[in-house]
């Protein structure tokens, strides 16, 4: 049975969780022991468990290699806890789960997780500002609106561009955008990318879009030092400057001298303590309680690198200011401290690496309710942070860019041609029905013909045009859409109909022609001798 890939979505982490106990329980060698002098068939012993659920989870691309046998004997406390394991005499749920030879078995059922109901969030459409946008407080809802009724110049007036014929245009200036349409366009937009990015059809349930401050993205996008590090605006929320200090100290060891620290033998041990001590009382986790759904959804990425990287800029944009730089001054010394060679040992019997995942993942992600597999969740993201911290903590320049560009059209002044400033207020769209594909290709080939032929029915017998005109306009007409053209005229003949020539009348003969008609030319007489 393969360890199925849970992909990024809502209630990630329950989805994990029954997805675990179904393997474990489905791939877990069962066999016969002994104990006190009493054979129990079909069990195991906890050192067992621990040997397989270990390699279990290091082999899953849910989890990854960097799971501890620590860690593994933390999640089988819990799943003694939760009842997915019992011990051989029935005992469950108060007993303490140890790396042992004591023993263990499956019970008859093992109840899944139920995925928890939360309320739904209100939905908070963030509507991008418009030309015609009303001021506060002059909203048109109840006002009654005459019905849009398109007849043949209105029709002609919009189609001018299309037959050939350029009206005259004016610039309409538009009322200038205000700090809180900015913040609008930069929340709606980060959003936008983010559900796109994570492929959700709605965040609505793997984030409350009340809690995202649009203020917090700007800052995080403009106020930035030269090596990208945040800046704070209000001082008292920095990093204390003794934590500063220890930090620098560590991320460029063994440089520390140059800050003048006393020197003795485990020193860098007790800076690494004071620092962690730190991180370890804060209040909240710097990737704060209410992303957390979000943050665990985009693990969900990690096979497709480049889209799990870019979906980690857009939830970091979202972060208050102080929180992403902590982070970033937090994820820098980390890394420093992983890639030095000369970095003393800070604590015996671990890695550099796997102490630092082990230190400060429950301080970057945490989940403010008991989740079962925070601690897994949690080292599986500090892991994946510190490979690829540098690019993750960047401003997504797509991003930028877009918002940007928006911004700045809707600044710039509209072109507006007449007809195209009526004041008009269309119905609100109301929900699809689907229909046949016989009657889709009908409408796709008729829906915008009738119209046109209407539109040139009434070109036909409009009384009030010249005939010089009127055939300006079906030439014009004819050279833009033949097909409907076509068809009201299939041969010269039916066209020559419409302008029928007039008779020529014959021409007068000379009237001094006519007076004298049929006279035999008479000879004079020569005036000549």
């Not at 079962?372 to 993750?392: C, G, H, K, S």
């Given at each position: 049975m393969e360890h199925r890939i849970v992909g990024p979505g809502p209630y990630r982490a329950t989805k994990l969780w029954n997805e675990t106990v179904e393997h474990f329980r489905h791939t877990m060698p069962l066999r016969k022991h002994r104990c006190r002098?009493?054979?129990?068939?079909?069990?195991?012993?906890?050192?067992?468990?621990?040997?397989?659920?270990?390699?279990?989870?290091?082999?899953?691309?849910?989890?990854?290699?960097?799971?501890?046998?620590?860690?593994t004997v933390q999640l089988l406390k819990k799943f003694l806890k939760n009842h997915v394991i019992e011990d051989v005499k029935g005992k469950w749920g108060q007993e303490d789960f140890e790396d042992s030879r004591h023993l263990y078995r499956f019970p008859p059922s093992s109840p899944l997780k139920p995925y928890p109901k939360k309320l739904p969030y209100q939905k908070d459409i963030i509507k991008f500002p418009k030309w015609n946008d009303p001021l506060p407080g002059t909203s048109q809802e109840n006002i009654p609106v005459r019905p849009l009724v398109m007849n043949s110049e209105m029709w002609y007036k919009r189609h001018s561009i299309a037959i050939g014929e350029v009206p005259a245009c004016?610039?309409?200036?538009?009322?200038?955008?205000?700090?809180?349409?900015?913040?609008?366009?930069?929340?709606?937009?980060?959003?936008?990318?983010?559900?796109?990015?994570?492929?959700?059809?709605?965040l609505e349930e793997v984030l409350d879009v009340k809690h995202v401050n649009s203020r917090f993205i700007i800052h995080n996008v403009y106020s930035v030092s030269k090596q990208g590090v945040v800046i704070l605006d209000d001082k008292s929320k920095e990093l204390p400057h003794w934590v500063l200090s220890a930090m620098k100290c560590l991320a460029n060891w063994p440089n520390c001298s140059d800050l003048k620290q006393p020197m003795y033998l485990g020193f860098e041990k007790d800076v690494f303590k004071t620092i962690a001590d730190y991180y370890g009382h804060l209040k909240e986790p710097l990737l704060t309680f209410h992303l957390y759904d979000a943050f665990v959804s985009v693990l969900g990425l990690l096979q497709k690198e480049t889209v799990a990287i870019e979906a980690f800029q857009?939830?970091?944009?979202?972060?208050?200011?102080?929180?992403?730089?902590?982070?970033?001054?937090?994820?820098?010394?980390?890394?420093?401290?992983?890639?030095?060679?000369?970095?003393?040992?800070?604590?015996?019997?671990?890695?550099?690496?796997?102490?630092?995942?082990?230190?400060?993942?429950?301080?970057?992600?945490?989940?403010?309710?008991?989740?079962?597999?925070?601690?897994?969740?949690?080292?599986?993201?500090?892991?994946?942070?510190?490979?690829?911290?540098?690019?993750?903590?960047?401003v997504p320049l797509a991003l930028q860019t877009s918002i940007e560009e928006r911004v700045a059209h809707l600044r710039r002044v509209q072109i507006k041609y007449p007809g195209a400033d009526m004041d008009i207020t269309l119905s609100a769209p109301s929900f699809c029905c689907q229909i046949s594909p016989e009657e889709f290709e009908y409408q796709r080939a008729y829906g915008s013909q009738e119209p046109l032929a209407s539109l040139l029915e009434e070109v036909i017998t409009d009384a009030k045009l010249s005939t010089k005109e009127k055939k300006k306009k079906l030439k014009q007409f004819q050279k833009s859409y033949p097909e409907v053209y076509r068809e009201r005229f299939p041969t010269p003949e039916s066209e020559a109909l419409l302008f029928p020539e007039k008779s020529k009348p014959k021409p007068q003969l000379l009237t001094w022609a006519l007076k004298n008609p049929f006279q035999p030319f008479q000879r004079t007489r020569s005036f000549r001798m």
């Open positions: 002098f009493k054979s129990y068939d079909h069990c195991f012993t906890a050192t067992e468990a621990v040997d397989w659920l270990h390699e279990l989870l290091r082999c899953s691309q849910n989890f990854g290699p960097e799971v501890t046998r620590k860690q004016r610039l309409v200036h538009r009322r200038q955008l205000t700090e809180a349409n900015v913040e609008e366009i930069w929340k709606s937009m980060t959003l936008s990318y983010l559900q796109k990015t994570l492929g959700l059809d709605s857009l939830c970091c944009l979202l972060l208050p200011p102080e929180n992403r730089r902590k982070l970033q001054l937090l994820m820098r010394m980390m890394t420093r401290i992983c890639l030095n060679t000369e970095m003393p040992p800070l604590c015996d019997g671990f890695g550099a690496r796997t102490l630092m995942v082990q230190t400060f993942s429950r301080c970057i992600l945490c989940s403010k309710d008991e989740v079962d597999l925070d601690e897994l969740l949690a080292a599986r993201l500090v892991t994946f942070l510190m490979d690829n911290y540098q690019e993750i903590l960047k």
